[in-house]
């Protein structure tokens, strides 16, 4: 089974700056995606950003970027240029690309990011 | 267009009684999902519809948790007999298609705060 750990719990940026967020797995499959979202107060979950495991090139979604480190099994988000809106709690998730599996979605325990102004 | 929608918003039952939560997907999405969210369990997988079946029920908690699709549409989520430890958020997702042959994003409705006291 497939498992995804987020270590910390909550982190604090000035808005402004740059901060990154952790996220490890752990997995025996070769194939599959990596992705972070985010939800605000109002639950709505928000995908962020999307990491295909055969892609070595990081993905990027504007000030949104991830270091993928897959021998590590290691995934973290980089929010460059913090702003308030980016406050929110942001979960780590794991999905099979195995062909014949389904594609339900392991979650991380959450990270909350508070946002200084 | 019309995102996943969920209702109630917020539910709040005593302890014993059954309660049911519904999910409108996203119009043609033929993939469902159920996941839920606790304070001492993080984000879980609860069940997986493709279509009007439910090809993997593995992460129903107990035999109190029941789910159904029907037409292909709405899904409702039936806890009987409610306990404190079921108080969580119920998260729904729905994607085009599941499988995971070919990347469909999931899109997440707000959510049922469910509360039992």
């Known amino acids: 089974a497939q498992t995804v750990t987020q270590s910390q719990p909550e982190m604090s940026v000035q808005e402004a700056e740059t901060v990154t967020l952790s996220c490890t797995y752990d997995?025996?499959?070769?194939?599959?995606?990596l992705f972070w979202y985010k939800q605000p107060p109002s639950r709505q979950m928000i995908l962020v950003i999307r990491q295909e495991a055969y892609k070595q090139q990081n993905a990027t979604e504007n000030r949104f970027s991830v270091n993928f480190q897959k021998a590590a099994k290691s995934f973290s988000l980089k929010i460059s240029d913090s702003q308030l809106g980016d406050a929110a709690m942001y979960f780590c998730?794991?999905?099979?690309?195995?062909?014949?599996?389904?594609?339900?979605?392991?979650f991380g325990k959450g990270i909350t990011l508070s946002v200084r102004p | 267009g019309a995102g996943v929608s969920q209702s109630p918003s917020n539910k709040v039952t005593e302890k014993g009684k059954d309660v049911e939560l519904r999910c409108d997907p996203i119009s043609g999405h033929t993939a469902l999902y159920w996941y839920r969210q606790s304070l001492g369990q993080g984000l879980e997988f609860l069940i997986y519809f493709q279509g009007n079946s439910a090809p993997d029920k593995s992460g129903l908690p107990s035999d109190r948790f029941s789910a159904e699709r029907t037409g292909g549409s709405v899904s409702t989520l039936t806890i009987q007999r409610t306990q404190q430890e079921d108080s969580a958020v119920y998260l729904c997702?729905?994607?085009?298609?599941?499988?995971?042959?070919?990347?469909?994003?999931?899109?997440f409705g707000p959510g049922t705060r469910l509360t039992v006291t």
């Open positions: 997995t025996s499959e070769s194939d599959y995606y």
């Open positions: 997702a729905s994607s085009r298609r599941g499988g995971t042959e070919i990347y469909y994003e999931q899109y």
């Open positions: 998730a794991y999905r099979s690309a195995f062909a014949g599996a389904n594609s339900k979605l392991t």
